[in-house]
């Protein structure tokens, strides 16, 4: 767990403590060469074979989320068309990097635009087209999307409100 010590403040938040991690890994890059990054998301639970599959990601690799709006479609592989024109609409919690490509990238997420906006242009940056990602699994669950509950107290009942976390 890493903290930002106050120097992300404004924008995207989440997207500020991506950097900070990429930050803090470029600076000991000789531990964290030859393995997968995935930023996880809190309202994700994961299979262990989620973690099996990731680690064959050798570039850009991306898995459906159950219970989760998908981004794309596998057979045959395509993006459901983006109200926001984002090129590559994934779900920071449905994809994968090589660390050494993102480690030997300058590549940032941008604070100023969503988590999907930045996960695309980070996905941009490393692929020339979406044939080169990786799909880690379309048969497969090994991760799902729960919901989260807010608690708000109203007139001294106690309601539950669903919120979306991404």
């Known amino acids: 767990h890493l903290t930002s010590f106050d120097r992300v403040k404004e924008g995207n938040l989440c997207n500020g403590l991506r ?12 531990q964290y060469r030859d393995g997968v990054i995935h930023f996880a998301n809190l309202d994700r639970v994961y299979a262990t074979q ?6 064959k990601v050798e570039h850009v ?11 794309f479609e596998c057979q045959p592989f ?3 068309p983006n109200k926001d024109g984002i090129k590559y609409p994934i779900d920071v919690g449905s994809i ?6 993102l480690l030997d990238s300058e590549l940032t997420f ?3 635009v969503s988590d999907v906006e930045g996960v695309s242009r980070m996905v941009a940056g490393l692929v020339k087209s979406k044939d080169e990602l990786e799909i880690v699994s379309c048969d497969g669950r090994f991760v799902w999307k729960l919901p ?15 919120t979306e976390s991404d």
């Open 19 to 30: 950097n900070e991690v990429l930050d803090f890994m470029r600076r000991y890059d000789y």
């Open 50 to 55: 989620a973690f099996e599959e990731m680690r």
């Open 61 to 71: 690799g991306i898995w459906p989320t159950e219970r989760s709006w998908e981004q």
């Open 78 to 80: 395509k993006f459901y």
């Open 96 to 101: 994968g990097f090589s660390s050494n490509a």
């Open 110 to 112: 941008d604070p100023a």
């Open 148 to 162: 989260f509950f807010s608690v708000k107290a109203d007139h001294g009942k106690e309601e539950e409100k669903e």
